[in-house]
């Protein structure tokens, strides 16, 4: 999975189709087989090295100096945030929330206390929780709800000094799936996870 995670989905195709995205103007382009959208690199190769060097260096980090846990109430069926510290400095934010219709995975990652990549992934459910067989009956379906037959959204964006560089994400338009590709969604959201860290 870790190489997965830095695996330009859109290397060696020819695109389908251009379009711009939200207000941050990334120019994108859709791939005809996978539905891959990404931002053009905007930093050097050695940056992005760097940062996935970073990476894998957090993620093979086992002994964490501290590991605070607070609940979330952001989604129907809850959710959880973990904020992974090295020392005092704090290395990751790992955010989880469940609802009826999805789940969703976050994850923040630091360095030199900046925010340095960050890894979203939704699972969109192909029916609700609690559609058993029952349900499926009194809604004349043929389909129950089977985690394994989700859809996968993962979005990938590298930052530099408060900047979003790069972004690829396996969104499918066809599906109907759309994305907020925006900086100012992440950064906001990196902020508003910041501030529900307990103050001693």
């Not at 379009?19 to 959208?37: P, W, Y």
């Not at 990404?38 to 964490?64: A, C, E, G, Q």
């Not at 607070?70 to 959710?79: A, F, K, W």
């Not at 609802?99 to 969703?104: C, F, L, P, R």
Request: proline share 2%; aromatic share 12%.
């Amino acid at each position: 999975m870790l190489a997965l995670l830095f695996t330009n989905c859109n290397s060696g195709t020819k695109t389908k189709k251009h379009s711009t995205v939200d207000s941050s103007k990334i120019t994108v382009a859709t791939n005809d087989s996978s539905g891959t959208i990404m931002k053009p690199p905007t930093l050097p190769d050695s940056v992005i090295i760097t940062m996935r060097k970073n990476y894998f260096r957090i993620s093979s980090i086992t002994d964490w100096t501290n590991v605070v846990n607070i609940e979330l109430d952001e989604s129907t069926e809850g959710g959880e945030a973990a904020y992974y510290y090295k020392h005092d400095t704090l290395e990751k934010i790992e955010v989880k929330l469940y609802g009826e219709i999805s789940q969703t995975l976050e994850e923040y990652y630091f360095m030199n206390n900046l925010l340095s990549y960050v890894y979203e992934r939704e699972l969109i459910y192909n029916r609700p929780i609690y559609y058993d067989s029952a349900k499926m009956k009194e809604e004349q379906d043929s389909v129950t709800f089977d985690i394994t037959k989700s859809d996968t959204i993962e979005t990938k964006s590298f930052f530099r000094n408060g900047k979003l560089g790069y972004q690829v994400c396996n969104m499918n338009e066809e599906k109907g799936y759309f994305t907020d590709f925006s900086e100012k969604r992440i950064i906001n959201r990196q902020k508003e996870l910041l501030a529900k860290i307990p103050q001693n």
